[in-house]
T-cell receptor, first 115, second 114 residues
Framework: DSGVTQTPKHLITATGQRVTLRCSPRSGDLSVYWYQQSLDQGLQFLIQYYNGEERAKGNILERFSAQQFPDLHSELNLSSLELGDSALYFC??????????????FGPGTRLTVL | AQTVTQSQPEMSVQEAETVTLSCTYDTSESDYYLFWYKQPPSRQMILVIRQEAYKQQNATENRFSVNFQKAAKSFSLKISDSQLGDAAMYFCAYISGTASKLTFGTGTRLQVTL
């Protein structure tokens, strides 16, 4: 158990819908990262938040957005869903004082299936 | 942009034997870190080993060790005395010393046979 929690574990929805994925970081971690793992794109970084502020952006679609709340939990919002958005979405957290030395701890992921 | 390449989609090793997984990367930065992550069937991402680019000594964690060749931009993982529990997807990953995003390779599926 990494200490990072993600809900829900599984999500099945239809094209065109909107979903929200939730992540609670490890106690004391200020940074939250979102990654997408799909068959087409592999594992790719989407976005990072640090203490409520967006810090880095990766290959995140405009239909996707994220935020980090004052209690440091984060939500990833996916809208106008397409079949290709079906993937495993990971949240990770770290203290992010030294990017390379501070381990990113991964949550168990949310499996999104778009039908 | 940094890229990470794993050219072996699948590997197989017999229990108690040694296997080496390959990884190459491309970067123009001098400050970076390299990682091997394990993803078992449970899908949990687990850090196996980390290498700081500024360190010449290869990292070792119990049965896991790396061969870091900085000039060749090569970073291979050696698993000694393979166990059934080592069966998983293994991802090579890169992170810059100044940015926090991990860049992953495409993964190598390791099968461990009796």
């Amino acid at each position: 158990d990494s200490g990072v929690t993600q809900t829900p574990k599984h999500l099945i929805t239809a094209t065109g819908q909107r979903v929200t994925l939730r992540c609670s970081p490890r106690s004391g971690d200020l940074s939250v990262y979102w990654y997408q793992q799909s068959l087409d794109q592999g594992l790719q970084f989407l976005i990072q938040y640090y203490n409520g502020e967006e810090r880095a952006k990766g290959n995140i679609l405009e239909r996707f957005s994220a935020q980090q709340f004052p209690d440091l939990h984060s939500e990833l919002n996916l809208s106008s869903l397409e079949l290709g958005d079906s993937a495993l979405y990971f949240c990770a957290s770290s203290v992010d004082i030294d990017p390379g030395l501070d381990e990113q701890f991964f949550g168990p992921g949310t499996r999104l299936t778009v039908l | 942009a940094q890229t990470v390449t794993q050219s072996q989609p699948e590997m197989s090793v017999q229990e108690a034997e040694t296997v080496t997984l390959s990884c190459t990367y491309d970067t123009s930065e001098s400050d970076y870190y390299l990682f091997w992550y394990k993803q078992p069937p449970s899908r949990q991402m687990i850090l196996v080993i980390r290498q700081e680019a500024y360190k010449q000594q290869n990292a070792t964690e119990n049965r896991f060790s790396v061969n870091f060749q900085k000039a060749a931009k090569s970073f291979s993982l050696k698993i000694s005395d393979s166990q059934l529990g080592d069966a998983a997807m293994y991802f090579c990953a890169y992170i810059s010393g100044t940015a926090s995003k991990l860049t992953f390779g495409t993964g190598t599926r390791l099968q461990v046979t009796l």
